[in-house]
C-alpha cells in the first residue's frame, strides 16, 4: 500500500494528537481513580465508628437485660394504667 506524501503527512500528525488524548485519558483516569480510593477510605472509617457504637450499644442492652432479669416483682415499673393515670385536665 503506497501512501502519497500528503496523506503520510497527515497520518504523521495525527499520531501526537492521538497521543495527547491518550495522555489527557490516562490522566482523567488516574484523577477518577485517586477519588474513588479516597470515597473508599472514609467510607470506612464511617463503617468502623458505626460498628465501634453498635457494639456499645449490644453491650448496654445486654446490661440492661440482665438488671431486668435480676429485678424482683416489687422493684419493676407497674404497668401502664389509662384510667389510673389520666393527666389532671381530663
Excluded: C, G, W
Excluded at 41 to 50: A, F, G
Amino acid at each position: 500500500m503506497n501512501l502519497s506524501i500528503s496523506e503520510r503527512k497527515r497520518s504523521q500528525d495525527q499520531i501526537p494528537a492521538a497521543i495527547s488524548e491518550l495522555q489527557d485519558q490516562m490522566i482523567e483516569l488516574q484523577m477518577s481513580m485517586a477519588h474513588l480510593e479516597m470515597t473508599v477510605e472514609q467510607l470506612n472509617q464511617v463503617i468502623t465508628r458505626q460498628d465501634a457504637h453498635i457494639q456499645t450499644l449490644q453491650r448496654q442492652l445486654q446490661l440492661v437485660y440482665k438488671q431486668v432479669e435480676n429485678q424482683s416483682p416489687e422493684e419493676s415499673i407497674a404497668p401502664f394504667d389509662v384510667i389510673a393515670d389520666r393527666p389532671p385536665h381530663y
